[in-house]
């Protein structure tokens, strides 16, 4: 399984991004799929998660801004962010978890990983 993780950029405070992430290879019928973020010198972590059937989960850091979606027929999620703030500038990834039923935030539940695409927000 690969996946590709596309959309970052540069923008300003208030603005708004949307990132993609494509699966692709051998994927089930069925899987979970996540995004994360790590800023320069944090931790990697949860922005949220959703299932095959759309139910979702969310950082509370990010509920109310942040919306993700997904187009099973092509194997694609989306990470729309809204209202950016200049906390929310790391590199964000996607990842997927194959066997997947619930909307994780636990990263240690995912088997793959997207190379990351940078956000930065200015103030």
């Known amino acids: 399984v690969q996946l590709q993780a596309s959309g970052g950029g540069l923008v300003q405070a208030g603005d708004s991004l949307r990132l993609s992430c494509a699966a692709s290879?051998?994927?089930?019928?069925?899987?979970?799929m996540g995004w994360f973020r790590q800023a320069p010198g944090k931790e990697r972590e949860s922005v949220g998660a959703?299932?095959?059937?759309?139910?979702?989960k969310y950082a509370d850091s990010v509920k109310g801004r942040f919306t993700i979606s997904r187009e099973n027929a092509k194997n694609t999620v989306y990470l729309q962010m809204n209202s950016l703030k200049p906390e929310d500038t790391a590199v964000y990834s996607c990842?997927?978890?194959?066997?997947?039923?619930?909307?994780?935030?636990?990263?240690?539940?995912?088997?793959?990983w997207g190379q990351g695409t940078q956000v930065t927000v200015s103030s």
């Open positions: 990842a997927l978890d194959l066997s997947g039923r619930v909307a994780s935030t636990n990263q240690y539940a995912y088997e793959y």
């Open positions: 290879g051998r994927t089930s019928s069925s899987y979970v």
């Open positions: 959703i299932t095959t059937f759309g139910n979702t």
